[in-house]
Structure formats: structure tokens, C-alpha cells
């Protein structure tokens, strides 16, 4: 396969390094618009090839015709590029993958993972696959769910728990993702699925002390806007009455950046002057937390993602747990990245081999629940990562 990666960021870099290692991977193309960040993997050497071409993704003919005898683009960039990406690898004839999606942005729109999935027919009229939201969580959650309501007669709920713990001077809470891509999801309405529809729900709702295996601990966790609620109820094979996505966060820092937005300080016209120069003050306010893929050394702390799966197997009503952690000292050990970025690039990865095996139901959009889980645990467990499982009796 001939694989793009558009955005050589911490995601973008560590997933072509995971690639370089696929055996059906031939080449790689990086596009990125800071050639140099392109330009500095092209000149590793290794067994696949890789090509480093300067580029912003908002112009889709010019994109389109650097996709051109790829087999495989990969968004790495913001989720806000999804659909136009899309568009592009249509107009290419090149096969699709993205690590998250937008929520919804105003009042009554349909969340960003819905619309995509509009583009079911044309991708499949093209002889097209397209694999949505596939990293950690979104995208490993996703099929360790499928994985245990496929051993359940019946489904009730759906509980995806992401948390961690990392220790850095200075700050006792900051995003190990994308800083733009966690400052929507904060702002965003969280949403539940619960008897059929979705359902809004309050910022920091539902608050609840969650157990994440050792070394986290306990940890608050609060709703939170994501990608799982909105596609596991329709994919998933099987009728579940509620899911919901819950994330330790710091309440102080949400209720900071909730009564900027309401100020109207987060919009991308309120600027600032620094030094003379007019900037955004969204931009000055993300330029103050720490760039994960920046930091030069190891970050202290383990992420943690937890699903549970509750409903019936026979006459006894049953939690299917699967937990997932790893040292961000380890992820450096292995790829010099966090484990938010080594986690989210191999599911990445599988993916991308998952698209070359043409392991999809067809042509056509999918989200990666519909993946076959026993061929991608098998392939996680394989880059020497593990999945506990456990199970407990509950009252009926």
C-alpha cells in the first residue's frame, strides 16, 4: 500500500513510523503545511520510503492530485478538515480513515460523524471505503464495545470512561491531544443515547467517581461530547437503551474556558494585541498550555480507558469491563511520544491495514465498530499492548 498522512503533528509522525513498520505498506506520503515537519521524517532512513510534500488541506484540488496512486489518505489534522478530505480522496479514488470527528456545532445541527456518514453512497458508487473516528477513543472503545455485546443475549448500556494521570511542572491539567481539538470538545453539549435518540445534556453533567485500574485510581469524570455515542447505537448489531462517554477533567479548568466562550473571547474574530501584533485570543489562550508532541522529556503518568458493557448472557445480568492503560514513560520508550499519541496511532494503524485487507462490510462509510474485533485485538496484541477483561454479576 501506498498510505498519505496529511498532518505530521504527534499523532501524524508516530503513526508513520507504526507504518513504516507494516509489511504491506510500500511507501508513505506526509503532507503537511510546515514542509519541514514533513521534510524531517522524509530523511529517516528505513525500509519504506517516504515522500514529504508541503500542503494545507483546505485546497482539495490541489490535494486531490497529491493523493493521486495512494491507496489509503489519513486525516491527521484537525476534525474540522474531515469532509473536505473526504471530498478530496473521492476525487482522488483513494480510501479513507480520520481519528475523530466534530460534534454538532449549533443548535439543532446534526453532529459532524452523522454528516459523514451521508457520504455513504458515494463513496461506495466510487468502489470507496472510508473508516471514521478509528484511534483510541474514538475507535478501540468502539470495537471493545462490539467485542462484548457480541457475548451478551441482550444490551442495556454502553459506558466509555477515559482518564490518566500525568505529572509536568506548572500544570495540573492540560490536554495530551490536540489543544484545538480538546478546547471544541469542551465547549460542545454533551450528548447521551437513551431509549432510541440522542438527548443534550449540561456541560460537566452527571458528574461520577469512576475506578480506572491502578496506578489512576479514582478519578471524577463528567459527560462529555463524543463520537461513540452517536454511532454505536446504529451500528452496533444490537438494541441498547443508553450510551454515554464520561472524561476525568478538571472541573476549575472547563468552568474557565466555558465562561470565556460565554464572553465571547473564544471566537476566532476576538483578537488581541500582543506586542503590537493582532492575534486571535483563542489562539493566545491554546498557545498557553504545553504542545504535548513538544515536550523533550518523558512525561510521568499512565492514560487509562475503561468500557463497560451491561446487559443479560442466559438468566444472569452481567458487566463486561475491557481496561486499557499504558505509562507515558513507556510510549516514550517505544516511539518518544505520550501514550495519548502512541494509544490513538496504533488503532491508526490497524485501520489503515484493516482498509488495505479490505476488511470492511463493503464500498462505503463506516465507523470502526463495524470492524471484525477478534482481527483487531488480535493485531493490538500484537504491538505488545494488552486489554483486561473483566466481568461481574449485577442485580437484576
Known sequence: ???????????????????????????????????????????MRGRVPIEAK???????????????????????TLPKFNLAVMQAALDAGVNYLDLAALGAVGPGDRPGILVQLDLHDAFRSAGLMALLSM????????????????????????????????KLPGFTSFPLYSREAFLSDILLRP?????????????????EDFAFPPPVGVQRVFLTSHEEVKTLPRFLGTPVRRVDFKYALDPNLVRALMSLEKLGLLRDDRLIKVGGVAVP??????????????????LEGTKAVSVEVEGTQGEARKVLRSDITLAHQEANRRRSTTAVYYLTAVGAAIGVSELGAKALPGPGVYPSEVLKPERVLRAWESHDLTIVRTERAVAA
Open 1 to 43: 500500500m501506498r498510505v498519505a498522512i496529511l498532518g505530521v503533528g504527534g499523532v501524524g509522525r508516530t503513526l508513520a513510523t507504526e507504518l513504516r513498520s507494516d509489511p504491506t505498506v510500500d511507501s508513505l506520503v506526509l503532507i503537511d503545511k510546515m514542509g519541514d515537519r514533513a521534510r524531517v521524517m522524509a530523511g
Open 54 to 76: 508541503e500542503l494545507g488541506v483546505e485546497d482539495r484540488r490541489a490535494l486531490a492530485k497529491a493523493l493521486k496512486k495512494c491507496d489509503v489518505v489519513v486525516n491527521a
Open 135 to 166: 484511534g483510541l477513543d474514538p475507535g478501540i472503545s468502539n470495537v471493545l464495545a462490539r467485542d462484548a455485546a457480541d457475548r451478551l443475549d441482550a444490551v442495556d448500556a454502553i459506558r466509555i470512561r477515559s482518564g490518566g494521570t500525568v
Open 191 to 207: 450528548t447521551v443515547w437513551l431509549d432510541g435518540k440522542l438527548e443534550d445534556r449540561e456541560p460537566m453533567g452527571e458528574e
Open 281 to 298: 485570543f483563542r489562539r493566545a489562550l491554546i498557545a498557553a498550555f504545553p504542545e504535548p508532541s513538544a515536550i523533550l522529556r518523558p
